[in-house]
């Protein structure tokens, strides 16, 4: 990776950091994909993944530090899980990129809400770092 991937990759995981509590500034939450997008233009689909990886990763470490208070076992396995995630995101959204170019950003929102509908169910399901939570303070 080069530095811009490397900015790109990290102006995401924080943006992501900086929209949930104790922060709540939740008006970054619109834009906070816009960095990833710069970083999956052109990627094939093993440095998508591994791009998403280091984003949700640095994401899970930002928002849900507090459970290693609780559980060190509990939050390790969730910071290794919860970034697959992400990572899936990544590798499709790669994947559609590939085939549409940029025709394939109308699919994002939907592949968002679907990604995050299929981290939140199941025996594994972990709603906590829905996007729609950075939206809670924000008047609307």
């Given amino acids: 990776m080069n530095r811009q991937e490397i900015f790109w990759l ?8 900086l929209s949930f509590p104790p922060f709540s500034t939740g008006l970054i939450a619109i834009v906070v994909l816009v960095p990833f997008f710069f970083y999956l233009r052109d990627k094939d689909l093993w440095r998508a993944f591994k791009g998403g990886y280091s984003v949700g990763i640095l994401w899970t470490a930002g928002t849900i530090y507090w459970i290693a ?28 990129w ?3 170019g940029e025709v394939s950003l109308w ?6 809400v679907s990604i995050e509908l299929l981290s939140s169910y199941g025996v594994l399901g972990f709603p906590w770092n829905s996007l729609a939570y950075t939206q809670t303070y924000t008047p609307v």
């Fill in 69 to 96: 208070w609780a559980t060190v076992f509990g939050f390790l396995g969730a910071l290794l899980f919860l970034p697959f995630y992400f990572s899936l995101y990544a590798v499709v959204q790669a994947w559609l």
């Fill in 107 to 112: 699919a994002a929102p939907f592949l968002w």
């Fill in 98 to 100: 590939k085939r549409w």
């Fill in 10 to 17: 990290f102006l995401t995981s924080i943006g992501f950091i």
